[in-house]
């Protein structure tokens, strides 16, 4: 199956910073064990899979070294700059394992730029006996938490366990038992935990741990980002409308820079630049 494999680094502006993924386009898609192949092959978190090639819906596959994966923000934003910069800005309709996520590109100070619109949002409250198993693996303890915003699993085309811490120094200490949490990750269908710390009603630190995808941490998560965003709507946390900022990547060394946008009702928009990773980079894991 004929393609073409671009590598790219998400919600950045440097391609020492953000979220690697790979885009590959092609009319058509491969098979699923050629883009297990692939996806392994390049190493990344996740790498994207699109076709056809041409026209403004496109059908889209993620999958990660290990998995596929249902839903992917960061890969999904450098999809959308890429079928930029192939057909021209504009809106793209991306039908997903998930449902339709239209994704707006547009040219801002010189570089791309991309807004993802995610499916409906949805959260649950997180069982007691969820969040004592998890806080237990991470090492952390129940007081440690922001009463405030209370343990939740929570959907924006994947689920994911959001914890939030009452500190950033809790935050910025994180070690854990990888297989430990990724047989509980994959017990409870998590695609990640949105692990952040609050700094203010606006401005969010997130750390996402994602071992079911063969990665220790996540540099850059725009799913998880929705879910948030998402779960602080519906559970009444914050009010609507609203925008958000989300800091990851920092203690790991690959700062990235989510734009997350709360309308009042529909999907929840995660906006992030992204820029092309030089060759002589793609070996070097994030």
């Not at 249902?70 to 700059?81: E, K, P, Q, R």
């Not at 734009?259 to 992204?274: D, F, H, N, Q, Y």
Request: contains cysteine; charged residues 20%; aromatic residues 8%.
């Amino acid at each position: 199956m004929t393609g073409t494999l671009y590598r790219l680094s998400a919600f950045t502006r440097d391609p020492r910073g953000g979220n690697p993924a790979g885009v590959w386009v092609g009319e058509a898609l491969p098979d699923a064990a050629t883009m297990q192949r692939i996806a392994a092959e390049v190493g990344y978190s996740e790498t994207a899979f699109i076709a056809p090639l041409h026209g403004k819906s496109r059908t889209v596959r993620y999958y990660s070294p290990r998995a596929e994966v249902s839903f992917c923000g960061h890969a999904t934003v450098a999809s959308g700059v890429v079928l930029g910069r192939l057909s021209g800005e504009g809106t793209y309709e991306l039908n997903t394992a998930v449902g339709k996520v239209p994704v707006t590109v547009r040219q801002v100070d010189g570089g791309w730029q991309a807004s993802l619109t995610s499916v409906a949002p949805d959260y649950q409250s997180a069982m007691p006996a969820l969040v004592e198993e998890a806080l237990a693996i991470l090492g952390w303890h129940f007081t440690e938490l922001n009463a405030e915003l209370p343990p939740a699993k929570a959907y924006g085309g994947a689920w994911h366990l959001v914890l939030a811490v009452a500190s950033k120094t809790r935050l910025e200490r994180l070690d854990y038992d990888f297989e430990a949490l990724k047989a509980l990750m994959l017990r409870e269908n998590l695609t990640t935990l949105q692990l952040v710390w609050r700094e203010s009603e606006s401005r969010f630190h997130a750390r996402n741990p994602f071992p079911v995808g063969g990665v220790v941490e996540d540099p850059a998560t725009g799913a998880a980002a929705a879910a948030l965003g998402g779960y602080l709507r519906e559970a009444g946390l914050i009010k609507v409308p609203a925008k958000l900022t989300i800091h990851q990547g920092v203690t790991m060394g690959r700062p990235s820079l989510l734009e997350v946008e709360i309308p009042s009702r529909g999907g929840i928009v995660v906006t992030g630049t992204v820029v092309d990773i030089p060759e002589k980079a793609w070996n070097q894991k994030p």
